[in-house]
Nanobody, 121 residues
Framework: QVQLEESGGGLMQAGDSLRLSCTGS????????MNWFRQAPGKEREFVAA????????RYADSVKGRFTISRDKAKNTVYLQMNSLKPEDTAVYYC??????????????WGQGTQVTVSS
């Protein structure tokens, strides 16, 4: 059973920095991307950032571009989200997700349970 586990959430103040981590037992041969999503109270889950596992290419939501950085440590099977200049609107439960493939015809995703990030003004 594949599990992804996020950590690093907490209560922060506007302007603070925080680093989230996500580690899991996925088969990296089948891993395409690692992603961070977030869901604020009363809102839909939204994309935050993604990193291609093989070559480290990254992409970001416009709302976090320039403030957040996604990175990975292949040796530790871990993806990070460095969040700088936090804003109250960054308050959400942050989830990591692994995009998987069999490189033939099937694609699927694994999700973590989420970690709460709260930013006060």
């Amino acid at each position: 059973q594949v599990q992804l586990e996020e950590s690093g959430g907490g209560l922060m103040q506007a302007g603070d920095s925080l680093r989230l981590s996500c580690t899991g037992s996925v088969r990296t041969f089948s891993l395409v991307n690692m992603n961070w999503f977030r869901q604020a109270p009363g809102k839909e889950r939204e994309f935050v950032a993604a990193i291609t596992w093989s070559d480290g290419a990254t992409r970001y939501a416009d709302s976090v571009k320039g403030r957040f950085t996604i990175s990975r440590d292949k040796a530790k099977n871990t993806v990070y989200l460095q969040m700088n200049s936090l804003k109250p609107e960054d308050t959400a439960v942050y989830y990591c997700a692994a995009d998987m493939t069999d490189w033939v015809s099937s694609n699927w995703a694994y999700w973590g349970q989420g970690t709460q990030v709260t930013v006060s003004s």
